[in-house]
């Protein structure tokens, strides 16, 4: 297989084995498609445990289980002020 890479991306190919890390080029992509997948793994499970939150959420909405959003909201800006040390 071959391919073709922008003289940037050659580049940076060539500084990461002059790094001593990595004995090839070979190696070097072979470690990012090892970690463009992870990526892509994470990636789906985050999608997918937002999903079952929503799902979640609408189930509780259904059930009747809801709360006020304004004091969700003034609770929220509570916290992020105690966070980050704002005075009120």
Request: glycine share 6%.
């Amino acid at each position: 297989m071959n391919v073709h890479l922008t003289p940037e991306l050659e580049q940076l190919v060539h500084n990461k084995v002059g790094t001593g890390r990595y004995s090839s080029a070979s190696e070097v992509v072979r470690e990012a498609l090892r970690l463009m997948d992870e990526r892509d793994q994470f990636k789906a499970f985050q999608k997918e445990d937002y999903r079952k939150k929503i799902a979640d959420g609408l189930a509780s909405a259904r059930a009747g289980r809801l709360e006020d959003g304004e004091a969700v909201f003034d609770a929220l800006e509570a916290q992020l002020e105690a966070m980050v040390g704002v005075p009120e």
